[in-house]
């Protein structure tokens, strides 16, 4: 490599004024130390991204950086964790300064908006693949789990489904529409659900992120909770530019199985449903019978559409 390894981490990652109280030691020794707050549990996640599997090769770098970081917020957020820190490893195909920069630009701008801190991580060579484990903390005994749905439960949702999956259609030439930077917006740069999820503390029974479908997230929601659900299709929230391709293609299933919305899916008892703040729309309810129906046009059926999944082809 043209650049040796610790002046790449120096120049690009390092150095960064500390934003966070619990990082007691970053960058810079063998592991970071962080003083975990009393009364809490710390929360781990990671996520890999991979160019041509996650990614379109060409992808701005810029956006990269902040969606890689996003991704791994949403996974904090679904729990009603507070971010603190995260770890980057990167595998480059070779170093690319300019890139470089521009990633590490992204990934900051989201880092500071939530004051986190970079603590460490890898770099090595290889096909481009960029990973971050992510660090929150979550009061003890208020975290957010996938298995706390009950039969008579409201299915709630944060923002609008299917505008990331239609941004890829639009990316990849599938699809043209007159919203198309909306679209691409929502998949290049997602926003993390990080204060949806804290205010879900003590409300929600169950909650999960939305990155490979509804469809197939909330159906991870009813096998860990053994219940069943029903949709409502009219309640569903659609952006006028998913409307315009349901109406033009008859995809109908296309917003229930795209991936990377990154919003929010979770269900609350009806005592507590008074309790939200805030913009949510109720798209379902939670059932004794299992399985995922849907309500629509007069009728009701069972949901058959598959979300993303790794090693399925």
């Known amino acids: 490599m043209p650049t040796a390894e610790f002046d790449l981490i120096e120049r690009f990652f390092a150095g960064k004024k500390s934003l966070n109280a619990v990082t007691e030691l970053g960058i810079g020794d063998d592991c970071a130390l962080l003083n975990v707050p009393a009364g809490c549990r710390l929360a781990v996640t990671a996520d890999t991204m991979v160019e041509?599997?996650?990614?379109?090769?060409?992808?701005?770098?810029?956006?990269?950086?902040?969606?890689?970081?996003?991704?791994?917020?949403?996974?904090?957020?679904?729990?009603?964790?507070?971010?603190?820190?995260?770890?980057?490893?990167?595998?480059?195909?070779?170093?690319?300064?300019?890139?470089?920069?521009?990633?590490?630009?992204?990934?900051?701008?989201?880092?500071a908006h939530y004051r986190i801190d970079l603590v460490g991580g890898d770099t090595t060579s290889g096909p481009l693949t960029l990973t971050v484990q992510a660090m929150g903390v979550v009061p003890e005994g208020q975290a957010l789990r996938r298995s706390g749905a009950r039969p008579g439960d409201g299915i709630y949702m944060t923002g609008k489904l299917g505008d990331a999956g239609l941004g890829l259609k639009i990316a990849q030439g599938d699809f043209c529409n007159t919203q198309r930077h909306d679209s691409l917006e929502r998949f290049n740069r997602p926003k993390p659900r990080v204060e949806e999820g804290l205010a879900l503390r003590n409300i929600a029974g169950s909650c999960i992120d939305v990155s490979d479908g509804l469809a197939q997230d909330l159906g991870h929601i009813l096998k860990?909770?053994?219940?069943?659900?029903?949709?409502?299709?009219?309640?569903?929230?659609?952006?006028?530019?998913?409307?315009?391709?349901?109406?033009?293609?008859?995809?109908?299933?296309?917003?229930?199985?795209?991936?990377?919305?990154?919003?929010?899916?979770?269900?609350?008892?009806?005592?507590?449903?008074?309790?939200?703040?805030?913009?949510?729309?109720?798209?379902?309810?939670?059932?004794?019978?299992?399985?995922?129906?849907?309500?629509?046009?007069?009728?009701?059926?069972?949901?058959?559409?598959?979300?993303?999944?790794?090693?399925?082809?």
């Open 52 to 111: 041509n599997v996650h990614f379109l090769a060409g992808a701005d770098p810029c956006d990269l950086g902040y969606k890689l970081l996003a991704v791994n917020l949403s996974d904090l957020a679904s729990m009603g964790a507070e971010p603190i820190a995260v770890t980057l490893a990167l595998t480059l195909p070779d170093v690319d300064e300019s890139w470089l920069e521009r990633f590490a630009e992204g990934f900051f701008e989201l880092a």
């Open 224 to 313: 860990q909770s053994s219940v069943g659900a029903c949709l409502d299709w009219e309640s569903l929230p659609f952006s006028g530019a998913v409307k315009a391709y349901i109406e033009t293609t008859g995809d109908w299933t296309m917003p229930l199985r795209a991936g990377d919305d990154y919003e929010l899916c979770f269900t609350v008892p009806a005592d507590k449903a008074a309790s939200l703040t805030g913009s949510y729309t109720r798209i379902g309810v939670i059932e004794d019978s299992p399985g995922l129906r849907i309500h629509r046009l007069g009728t009701t059926e069972l949901l058959r559409v598959q979300g993303f999944e790794h090693f399925s082809h």
